[in-house]
Every structure is written in C-alpha cells, then in structure tokens.
C-alpha cells in the first residue's frame, strides 16, 4: 500500500518541488493551495 501526504502550501512552486521529491520517494502526494482546502480533503481521507 502506498502511503500518502497531504502537502498544503499556497508557493505553487515550492508544492511542485517538494510533491516531485516525495513521489520520486515512492510517495502518493495530494497538494492543496490553502488551509481550509487542505482541512477539508484531511477530513475526506
């Protein structure tokens, strides 16, 4: 089973970089720009 992280961060760049770097680590990366967004799909998970 693949484990996942919730990256929220509203640098569209920086989420790239850093989605990039933990799905080269074998990661499933779900990104959302802001904090209500990113409670939101925490909670759907």
């Known amino acids: ?3 996942k992280i ?7 760049n920086l989420a790239r970089f850093v989605s ?7 990661y499933e990366v779900i990104v959302e720009v802001n904090g209500r ?3 939101e799909t925490a909670l759907e998970k």
């Open 20 to 26: 990039l770097e933990l799905q080269h680590e074998g």
């Open 6 to 12: 919730l990256i929220i961060e509203d640098e569209k």
């Open 37 to 39: 967004e990113g409670l």
């Open 1 to 3: 089973m693949t484990k």
